[in-house]
Each structure stands twice: as C-alpha cells, then as structure tokens.
C-alpha cells in the first residue's frame, strides 16, 4: 500500500497523491474545506443579516476605503497565483523552484495582513469597536474569521517551508504541501466573497 | 519506513489512551456513551418524578429547567451520537474489508475532543449550576441579560465536542470512499456503511452551521458581541435558523445509522436478503437532502409568513414518502422469512411499528395550522420521544445485541435480553404514548408543575411509572453485561449468527489488522455469498506479506486536553473572582493544543510494519 510506488525511475508525475495516504490526505482535505465553505457561508448569512444593524454606529459607506481594499485583493490574489506555480514545480519535481514561489506566497500573505490589521486599526479609531453595533460585530467576525484563516494558513506553510527544506520533493511531504496550497487558494476565493459582499456592497449601497 | 514493532509491555492505560485502533476506540466511544445515557436518563427520571402529582415541589423550577436543557443536550449530542460512532468504528472498516479507517491519529483526536467537550459541559454543575435555557438555547433566554455561567459551559462545551464529531465524520467519509476492498463497489456496500456515509456528510453539512452559531453566542455572551440584541442591531430569529439548519439534520444524523442497524439486523434473522436494496440506498439519500430543507416546521409560530410555512409544511411531508419506501422494504424483507425473534430481532422488527407511529405524528405537526395548536406541548414531546426512543435507541439496543459477540467474544444472555426488551417496550409506550393525549388536552412542555383538578394528574402518574419501567430495563441491561461477562461462554465460532456480511468473516477476536489479506468481493452480501456459492472462506486479493500498521499516539488526549483548559479559560472571563487570570489558563491550553499539532506535523510518523512470521503465527492462533 503506502511503500508499493515504484520510485526506479523518479517521482510519479503526480507525487501528492501517489500513494494511499496521499489519496487520503487529498479528499478528506477536499470535504474538510467543504465543511469550512458551510461555516463561512452561515458567517456571511449573519453579516448580510445584520449589516443594516448599525444601531446610530458607524456604517460601511463610511469606513470602507476602496484603494485599501484593492491592495489587499491583489496581494492575496497574487499569492494565490505563486502557490499555483509552487504545485507546477512541484509536478515537474523541481524543489528549489518550489520553495522559493511558497517563501513568496508567504511574504505575499504577510504584506495582506499586515493591511488588514492597519484596517481594523483604522476602524477602531473611526468609532467602529468590536460591541458597537451589529454591524460593527458580524463584520468584524467574518473577516477577522478570514485573516485568522490566512495566519493559520501562514504558520502551516511556513512550519513545511523550514521542517523540509533540504529534503527535497518526497511522496510523504509532497501531499503536505499540495494541501497547504488547497487551503490557501481556498483562503483567496473567500476573500473574492468577502471583496463583493462586504466591501463592493457596502461601499455601493447595494 | 521504520520497521521497529510496537513493543508490546505497555501499561494498559497507557495503551488505551494511546490507542488509534478503531476497534479499542469503539470501545471507548461505547462506553463514554453509555455513561452519559445513564447520566442523562437518570435526568429524566427526577424530572418525571417531579411531574409525578401536581404541584409537586420535588424540584424547584431553576433544577427542572437545568436538568430539561441538560437531559436533551447530553442524550443527543454526548450519548446518542458516541453510541453511533461505536458502532461505526467498529463496523465500518470490517464490513468494507479495511485494515483501519483512513486517519487513524484523526480517529482518536475525534474521540478525545468528544469526551473532554462532554467534560466541560459537565463540570457546569460545579460552577452555580448548569445552563437552562433548553437544548435549544433560544435568544434572549440564553442571552447574558437572563442566562447564567452554565450557558457558557452550554456553549463552550458543544463546541469543542463538536469539533470531535466533525473531524470523526470527515475520517468516515474517505475511509469508506477509499478504503473498500476489491469488488466492494458502491452498489454492494452493506446498508450500514451507506447510511454511515450519508450521516457523515450530514455531520459535515450541518455540525458546522452549529459551530458558527455557538461562535456567535459565544462571542455575545463573553466578548461583548451584539448579534442577538434587537437594541444594538440584533436578531435574535437569527439564532433560531442557524440552530434548526443544524438542528433538523441532526435527527437524521442519528436515525440513519439506526435505519442502517436495522437494514442489516433483520436480513440476518429472517434469513432473506434486504428487499429493495437499491431503493433503501435511494431513501437514504432522499431523506439526507430533504432533511436540510425543513428547518422551518420548528419555527412555524414565529411567524415568517403563509407562504414560508407552506413551503417548509409540504417539504417536511415529502420526507414520509422515502421513509415509507424504507418501512415498507423492511416488512417485505421479514415477509415469508424464517425469522429468529431473539433479542436483537425483537428490538429490530419492534422498531418499525414504533417508528411509524412517530412519523405520522410528525406529519400532523406538519401541517402549519394544526402545529399552532400543538405547539409547545406535550404532543411534540411524545413525537419526538418516539422517533428518538422508538428510532434510534430500539437500532442502538438492536446493535448492541447483534455485535456484541463480535465486539466482546461472547453473546448476552437472551433470557435477560427478552426480559429487558419487554420492559423497555412496555415501559416506553407507557411513558409517551399517553403524552401524546396530555398534549391535546393542553399540558405544556418545560414547564415544571401543572395545577391541580385539570385532567391532568393520572396521565401524568402513568407516564412517570413507565418511565421507571424503562429505567429498570436499562438496569437489566447492565447487569446481562456484567452477568454474560463472567457466565457466558466464549463463543467459538466467528459467525454466530449465520450472518451476511463481511465482519462475521474475521476471527473472534478480531487481529489488530483486522483482515490479514484483503478479501475479494464478489457479491451484495459477500460473506454469505462465498457460503453458499463458495467454499465458506473469502477469497484474498492480495498475497500475504508484512502488514503496516500506524502507531499509537498520546497526542489526540493531549489535544483533547488542551481545549478543554482553553475553553475553561475563555468560562473564567465571566466568573467573578477567579484564583488565576482567565488569559494564563486560556494560554495555557492553546498552547497544548496549537504545540500538539506542531509536534504531530514536524514529527513523521511512518506506523511499524508487522512481519509476515507474525501474522502467521496469529493466524494460526485464531483460527
């Protein structure tokens, strides 16, 4: 089972999922992140819910700053995009290339969460405190839930950056790295949400 | 690949804590369930005896609403659920011809979260009581303004258990899609594996909703949040979809398994194979989707519109057309079957009609008019109770009678066991069968007395001495497993029961490898199949050699341990003095948990492997 791929003539052309383990790790992946999707989408449920809630508090027309946004949206989607190319290298069992494009989805990351802590920062001081408002809370809930995602996502990454560095594309970290890259494109297509939801219609009043 | 076999002087509790063995895990999901049943049950019964005579003062209204909130919450998410996923764990991987679930360090994280959500949950009653807004935590009783700290126990402890229950589903999920042996398709899966699937995917579906809803309580109650303050923006009807989205599937996240029980329980003692196979797989899937799509008939009286209540009403009777094909399909299967009414029979075939009388009066609550009258009283009670009791705890009592020679090595003495089925039938209906005429005459529910000269007192009586019946066949239950323990023999054959499928093919007691070669299946009904067309043994896929196996891990207790300090920490915010800062106790456990996980993730852990000599020499001692 886990020992029977025949590795005489190199790496299979897909080494994430190879071996049985590596099916394993790929589908339970695919419905934990299906449960994930559940979880944001009753978040995004209570935000469209509540976001008239402002109880006299500030609203989003006034807080949102759209160049903000924008920068944040194409840093996360940027990063997406390196850790594609980071599972091309990986296909083509080129370590080093790989490597270098994960240490860049990671920088990527930072520089995202870096502006949305000035963001939340930023809000705090307009008046908008995590128990202001309805409002102020389920927003505060869906994207702060978001960024979590993304340090949890940055930490995870990282860790396999520096725990496999020299040892080179194996059938064993091969599916570790093919699922962090699952789950930080997973962590981009909920923020395309987020862009639309909270940002593109609170700003146009939709 | 390490080769070093796990040694095997370890101590016993290190070894059951340590153990990723779906089979020893079983064990322990059945026995962390069957506490809290008792646990629960023994709830219930001071509440039936405080509604024993009217204006009883037994208890005072702050006990009853605590004990009705914990009876319900414990029963369902702590007592029902772990019995189900013994049985899962123990069955599933056997009867697909697996050699272990597919996440088996996954497996023991989902039992270990379970039992320490379910430890927090408990320990509310040693912090001013427990919570006491109902199982259903309705806002605004649950809010901080009218709930007290054991809500935060409420909210806290379901949640980490709950996280148990997720990560559990998701091991279920792939072990059965990638894990069958050759020539099980999908199509000649036993029932109870496609009902472990479909419930499965239901836990993944609706647990989550649950998750993000008790995030929202919690963050109300403890960080300030304002969701379901009207004041502040709020909604509180909000509380009441997330929690019924959650809330309606998990009926059918326990019923399905026990539908799956009964699927393979009354094939064996009619000795037919299950009529309509393909339709029973239907109805289950049927049943799975339709349940997502009636949360609404719990909020009829909220009043969401006609049109609404209409759409939710005609969908929630839609469900009684699968489950009708299921009905029906179990009484053809009995049909001119050569039946065997042991215990585990009894308890089966018994289930049908009970079941069906709590389907038709979910029916009668599905029609919105009609559910105004009913609404919170003890109609609904009895409803549920027979779905529940008359459901799911007849196919768990099913189960435990049918698998328990596998499970133990020897059978439970049937004397006791029809002895304990009577009591437990009889003791039922008389519980709730007379609640349903309490309902109509107006009796509501959670309340904890009713006055006196309203019709209501020997209904009342009768209801609680059945329940006392019930209680006492529980009694009966527990003393046939210590009783059989020590005086029954051990059987000797692996198929006592002239059984169908694939588990009653491995040796009693069953090899840590389960199967030391994969089988070949060639039929529904493989084992029985290689019976009659075969030579009485399953035919292997694979030629012997070293088995893998994964190693035991003390890590899934660590982090089981861990949440629970962590979400204690988070409880002492809301405490008022407390010994230590809330933040150290909340670092604390992070740490233990988040540290756990670094460990498992930098530390590659290859399992051991078992040389061939080994199995062998297992074999031969089995055998």
Same mark, same amino acid.
């Given at each position: 089972m886990a020992g029977s791929v025949d590795l005489s003539k190199g790496l299979p052309s897909h080494?994430? @999922?190879?071996?049985?383990?590596?099916?394993?790790?790929?589908?339970?992946?695919?419905? $934990?992140?299906? *449960?994930?999707?559940?979880?944001?989408?009753?978040?995004?449920?209570?935000?469209?819910?509540?976001?008239?809630?402002?109880? *006299?508090?500030?609203?989003?027309?006034?807080?949102?700053? #759209?160049?903000?946004?924008?920068? #944040?949206? #194409?840093?996360?989607?940027?990063?997406?995009?390196?850790?594609?190319?980071?599972?091309?290298?990986? @296909? @083509?069992?080129?370590? @080093?290339?790989?490597?270098?494009?994960?240490?860049?989805?990671?920088?990527?990351?930072?520089?995202?969460? *870096? $502006?949305?802590?000035?963001?939340?920062?930023?809000?705090?001081?307009?008046?908008?405190?995590?128990?202001?408002?309805?409002?102020?809370?389920?927003?505060?809930?869906?994207v702060g839930l978001h960024g979590a995602h993304v340090l949890f996502g940055l930490c995870w990454i990282t860790t396999l950056i520096i725990r496999y560095s020299r040892s080179g594309i194996t059938l064993t970290n091969a599916p570790k790295f093919y699922v962090a890259s699952l789950y930080w494109h997973f962590i981009d297509v909920v923020w395309v949400f987020i862009f639309t939801v909270v940002y593109l219609m609170g700003i146009g009043g939709a | 690949m390490a080769t070093a076999t796990a040694t095997k002087d370890k101590s016993v509790l290190w070894d059951w804590l340590t153990t990723v063995d779906h089979k020893k895990l079983a064990v322990l999901y059945l026995i962390a369930g069957t506490l809290f049943f008792v646990k629960a049950g023994m709830m219930a019964l001071f509440m039936r005896i405080q509604l024993m005579s009217a204006e009883n003062d037994f208890l005072?209204?702050?006990?009853?609403?605590?004990?009705?909130?914990? !009876?319900?919450?414990? &029963?369902?998410?702590?007592? /029902?659920?772990?019995?189900?996923? %013994?049985? &899962?764990?123990?069955?599933?991987?056997?009867?697909?011809? /697996?050699?272990?679930?597919?996440?088996?360090?996954?497996? %023991?994280?989902?039992?270990?979260?379970?039992?320490?959500?379910?430890?927090?949950?408990?320990?509310?009653?040693?912090?001013?009581?427990?919570?006491?807004?109902?199982?259903?935590?309705?806002?605004?009783?649950?809010?901080?303004?009218? %709930?007290?700290?054991?809500?935060?126990?409420?909210?806290?402890?379901?949640? =980490?258990?709950?996280?148990?229950?997720?990560?559990?589903?998701?091991?279920?999920?792939?072990?059965?899609?990638?894990?069958?042996?050759?020539?099980?398709?999908?199509? +000649?899966?036993?029932?109870?594996?496609?009902?472990?699937?479909?419930?499965?995917?239901?836990?993944?579906?609706?647990?989550?909703?649950?998750?993000?809803?008790?995030?929202?309580?919690?963050?109300?109650?403890?960080?300030?949040?304002?969701?379901?303050?009207?004041?502040?923006?709020?909604?509180?009807?909000?509380?009441? !979809?997330?929690?019924?989205?959650?809330?309606?599937?998990?009926?059918?996240?326990?019923?399905?398994? %026990?539908?799956?029980?009964?699927?393979? =329980?009354?094939?064996?003692?009619?000795?037919? +194979?299950?009529?309509g196979y393909t339709a029973?797989?239907?109805?289950?899937?049927?049943? /799975?989707?339709?349940?997502?799509?009636?949360?609404?008939?719990?909020?009829?009286? =909220?009043?969401?519109?006609?049109?609404?209540?209409?759409?939710?009403?005609?969908?929630?009777?839609?469900? /009684?057309?699968?489950?009708?094909?299921?009905?029906?399909?179990?009484?053809?299967?009995?049909w001119g079957g050569k039946i065997t009414f042991n215990t585990a029979m009894l308890c089966a075939s018994s289930f049908v009609p009970t079941f069906v009388l709590g389907g038709v009066t979910g029916v009668m609550l599905a029609m919105v008019p009609v559910d105004y009258l009913y609404h919170d009283t003890y109609f609904v009670v009895a409803h549920f109770h027979y779905i529940i009791i008359g459901g799911i705890v007849l196919g768990l009592l099913a189960g435990t009678y049918y698998w328990y020679p596998k499970m133990f090595g020897h059978k439970l003495n049937e004397k006791l066991g029809i002895l304990m089925f009577w009591l437990f039938y009889i003791g039922f209906h008389m519980t709730f069968f007379i609640q349903h005429i309490l309902g109509l005459i107006g009796m509501p529910r959670r309340v904890y007395t009713y006055l006196e000269g309203q019709g209501m007192e020997t209904m009342n009586l009768v209801s609680s001495i059945g329940s006392f019946v019930m209680g006492a066949a529980i009694l009966v239950l527990i003393i046939n497993v210590v009783y059989s323990a020590f005086n029954s023999e051990r059987i000797t054959v692996n198929d006592p029961w002239d059984a169908r499928t694939l588990e009653w093919s491995t040796p009693t007691p069953i090899p840590e490898y389960n199967f030391a070669q994969t089988p070949q299946v060639r039929s529904l009904d493989p084992w029985f199949y290689e019976k009659v067309h075969g030579d009485g043994t399953m035919k292997p896929a694979e030629p012997m050699t070293d088995i893998h196996m994964p190693n035991g891990s003390i890590l899934p207790f660590v982090i089981g341990l861990g949440l629970f300090i962590w979400g204690f920490g988070m409880i002492m915010i809301n405490m008022d003095d407390t010994i230590v800062p809330p933040f150290l106790v909340i670092g604390t456990g992070v740490i233990l948990t988040f540290g756990s996980m670094l460990i498992r993730s930098i530390k590659e852990d290859h399992g051991y492997h078992i040389p061939l000599e080994q199995v062998k020499k297992i074999e031969k001692e089995v055998s």
């Open positions: 080494p994430e @999922k190879s071996t049985l383990e590596g099916k394993n790790k790929f589908l339970g992946f695919w419905i $934990f992140l299906g *449960g994930e999707t559940i979880m944001f989408a009753t978040f995004f449920g209570t935000f469209l819910g509540l976001r008239e809630g402002t109880a *006299g508090g500030p609203s989003a027309e006034e807080l949102f700053s #759209m160049p903000l946004v924008f920068i #944040m949206t #194409m840093l996360l989607l940027t990063s997406s995009l390196t850790s594609v190319l980071a599972m091309f290298s990986m @296909k @083509k069992n080129n370590f @080093k290339n790989m490597l270098v494009l994960m240490i860049v989805t990671v920088l990527l990351g930072v520089g995202f969460l *870096g $502006f949305e802590i000035y963001e939340f920062v930023e809000y705090v001081h307009h008046g908008l405190g995590y128990t202001t408002s309805a409002f102020a809370s389920s927003f505060y809930t869906l | 005072t209204g702050q006990t009853f609403n605590e004990l009705i909130t914990m !009876h319900g919450t414990i &029963m369902l998410f702590l007592a /029902a659920t772990p019995l189900i996923f %013994a049985f &899962m764990n123990f069955v599933i991987p056997l009867q697909i011809g /697996a050699r272990d679930v597919a996440f088996p360090f996954v497996n %023991a994280l989902g039992f270990w979260i379970f039992f320490f959500g379910g430890l927090l949950l408990s320990v509310s009653w040693f912090f001013g009581g427990g919570p006491d807004a109902g199982w259903t935590a309705y806002v605004p009783l649950s809010s901080g303004e009218y %709930a007290d700290l054991g809500l935060d126990f409420y909210v806290v402890g379901l949640q =980490v258990s709950g996280i148990g229950t997720l990560v559990s589903a998701i091991n279920f999920i792939v072990t059965i899609i990638n894990m069958r042996a050759p020539g099980m398709t999908m199509m +000649r899966m036993p029932l109870f594996c496609w009902t472990g699937l479909v419930v499965s995917i239901l836990i993944v579906f609706a647990f989550t909703p649950l998750a993000a809803g008790l995030a929202l309580l919690m963050l109300d109650r403890i960080f300030g949040g304002q969701f379901f303050i009207p004041d502040m923006g709020g909604n509180a009807v909000l509380w009441q !979809h997330i929690f019924w989205i959650f809330g309606h599937p998990e009926v059918y996240i326990l019923v399905l398994p %026990a539908f799956g029980i009964i699927s393979e =329980v009354i094939p064996a003692f009619s000795r037919k +194979r299950l009529f029973m797989v239907f109805a289950t899937l049927v049943i /799975a989707f339709l349940g997502f799509m009636v949360w609404v008939h719990h909020m009829f009286t =909220v009043g969401l519109g006609p049109i609404t209540n209409s759409v939710f009403a005609i969908a929630t009777m839609g469900i /009684a057309v699968p489950t009708g094909i299921k009905i029906f399909n179990w009484l053809f299967t009995m």
